[in-house]
């Protein structure tokens, strides 16, 4: 018996993107502030990123802040066609590197029109509200103001589409009762999967459901039974973690993020993974 081929695409907006992009968090410096160490090596990562078929980028001008903006605008402006550039606002770096709320409509206008000037272009794609929440975990609360601040700079042609990031599933239904909602970006991997019943929700909608942290993030995923299924497989950890997410759901968009060329393509290569039944039962059933 064969198994069933897993999609490589999805809508997203209006467009129709490969589920495996790329995240851009990565390219800035350690804890995601200052300049890399090695400006030339991320501007090839994601220009073989493009190269290799990744049409989905994500990234936020507070990654850096304004690093990683100003290296995907030097590495890939002017942008291919049919790329889509996913950025996100809600947030302020300090100058100690915290991560701190932006939320206010100045903020959020300011945050927009960074990302305008920083990548170079007219209009975002997509923007991503940021909600900040607890930590990395969605907490309860309106975000109307906020999202309807976004949706007039949506009006005013500053964005085509918006999403949400770090939400809960009434956060969801209070924005898209205010505009439409094309994506959702929360905390899910192979061991963090509270979010199973929203994916499915999401799914039956024909909204993206894109999981940051895919691979633990700052805290890699670290289990026995993933390590055993990835050499059974003579494969890599990280590619069964990512071969698993796709499997999960044709609407799961992933965004793994590498400064390191190695791992870009092994990232990639996760699309091409068979999981047989037997690993994938395993993997199920790690929680």
Not at 70 to 93: F, W
Not at 114 to 133: F, K, P, Q
Not at 232 to 247: G, I, Y
Request: hydrophobic content about 45%.
């Amino acid at each position: 018996m064969t198994a069933t081929p897993i999609p490589a695409t999805f809508p997203l907006g209006d467009r129709v993107v490969n589920r495996m992009g790329y995240g851009a968090m990565q390219l800035a410096g350690p804890g995601v502030f200052g300049p890399p160490k090695d400006r030339d090596a991320a501007i090839a990562v994601l220009r073989e990123a493009v190269a290799s078929g990744v049409n989905h980028i994500d990234t936020s001008d507070f990654y850096g802040p304004h690093v990683t903006n100003l290296i995907i605008r030097e590495a890939l402006h002017p942008y291919p066609a049919d790329l889509t550039i996913v950025t996100k606002v809600g947030a302020v770096r300090g100058p100690d590197a915290s991560w701190n709320p932006a939320q206010s409509p100045a903020e959020l206008t300011r945050a927009v029109h960074d990302n305008l000037r920083n990548l170079g272009v007219d209009v975002l794609d997509v923007v991503n509200l940021r909600a900040m929440g607890d930590n990395r975990q969605p907490v309860e609360g309106s975000i109307a103001e906020a999202f309807t601040t976004l949706v007039e700079l949506q009006r005013q042609g500053l964005i085509r589409h918006l999403g949400l990031s770090n939400v809960t599933a009434a956060q969801i239904e209070e924005a898209q009762s205010i505009a439409a909602v094309v994506c959702v970006q929360n905390l899910f991997n192979l061991v963090q999967r509270e979010d199973d019943r929203l994916i499915d929700a999401l799914a039956d909608r024909g909204l993206p459901y894109v999981p940051f942290f895919p691979l633990g993030g700052f805290s890699p995923l670290q289990s026995a039974t993933l390590s055993e299924v990835a050499q059974s497989l003579d494969a890599t950890p990280m590619q069964v973690a990512l071969a698993w997410l796709l499997k999960r759901s044709p609407n799961v968009l992933l965004i793994p993020g590498t400064s390191s060329l190695k791992h870009l393509r092994e990232n990639l290569a996760a699309a091409e993974l068979v999981l047989p039944a037997e690993a994938l039962d395993r993997l199920n059933g790690m929680i």
